[in-house]
């Protein structure tokens, strides 16, 4: 998998390389403002209240 | 057969530093989002202090999503303070301690309940279960500054509803102290059972307006 996206990056090794981590970057971003706010309420942790 | 395997292993290698930074988000991430809401609860109570809102002063009408006062542990820093938001829905608790609606007020005879997350969202109550029998709690609200001492603490299941009562697993009884339940999860990481830690009014110092 990793190996076929680093084949399609085009340029030299420097470019696929600064690419792979602008790539990164952007998963990265997407997962912390975007996914993981909306998982955090699913995930049963630090419930603080009682009820029934 | 090997290209399979290989994908299957860079999937799991994926996932697993997916998990990793979801963990990093829950302990850290989201910490970031109550210190900005901390900000401006904060900055509304302080407004609130310096321009008294008309009425007759009583505060027994407080909208979901209002600064209602500042708690302050002295046992756990100087610098402990945090902003108490009115209402315990998640989207109150992830902006600091929350008020329990309907529970009595600061000061008031009855019980003052709060509940906070003890590892995530700044973790304002992480180490409230360092707290011991005389233990100042302060909570500083509009009209005076109210110092609860601990009484006790204890572990309950989350299906223990009478910790909120007017008086804590005494049911119907009528109050005739000022009291004040914290909350939080236990053991930390788990929703499996609840810290709670009681407090009584200790003394009260009017603020002059």
Redesign the interface.
């Known amino acids: 998998?990793?190996?076929f996206i680093w084949r399609r990056l085009p340029g030299g090794v420097a470019l696929k390389l600064g690419a792979t981590l602008v790539l990164l970057g952007v998963l990265?971003a997407l997962?912390?403002y975007v996914v993981?706010p909306w998982?955090?309420?699913l995930?049963?942790?630090?419930?603080?209240?009682?009820?029934? | 057969m090997r290209a399979v395997l290989r994908t299957f292993g860079e999937l799991s290698i994926t996932l697993g530093s997916i998990m990793l930074l979801f963990c990093a988000y829950l302990l850290w991430g989201t910490g970031a989002y109550t210190e900005r809401h901390q900000v401006l609860l904060q900055q509304q109570l302080a407004q609130e202090a310096t321009s008294p809102v008309r009425g007759d002063g009583k505060l027994d009408s407080i909208e979901l999503g209002r600064a209602l006062a500042m708690i302050r542990i002295p046992k756990l820093g100087v610098d402990y303070k945090y902003a108490i938001v009115e209402g315990v829905d998640a989207e109150h608790l992830r902006q600091g301690p929350g008020h329990y609606p309907g529970t009595a007020l600061p000061g008031e005879i009855g019980n003052f309940v709060v509940s906070g997350h003890r590892t995530t969202y700044s973790a304002p109550f992480n180490r409230i279960g360092e707290l011991r029998p005389g233990d100042e709690v302060i909570i500083d609200a509009r009209q005076a500054r109210y110092t609860y001492r601990v009484t006790s603490s204890k572990i309950v299941y989350p299906t223990q509803l009478d910790v909120i009562e007017p008086v804590p697993e005494q049911p119907g009884k009528r109050a005739r102290h000022a009291l004040l339940t914290l909350s939080t999860c236990h053991p930390e990481y788990s929703a499996r059972q609840r810290l709670i830690v009681y407090g009584v009014l200790d003394r009260t110092h009017e603020r002059r307006t």
């Open positions: 998998m990793y190996g990265t997962l912390w993981f998982a955090e309420p995930v049963p942790l630090d419930r603080v209240t009682v009820g029934p």
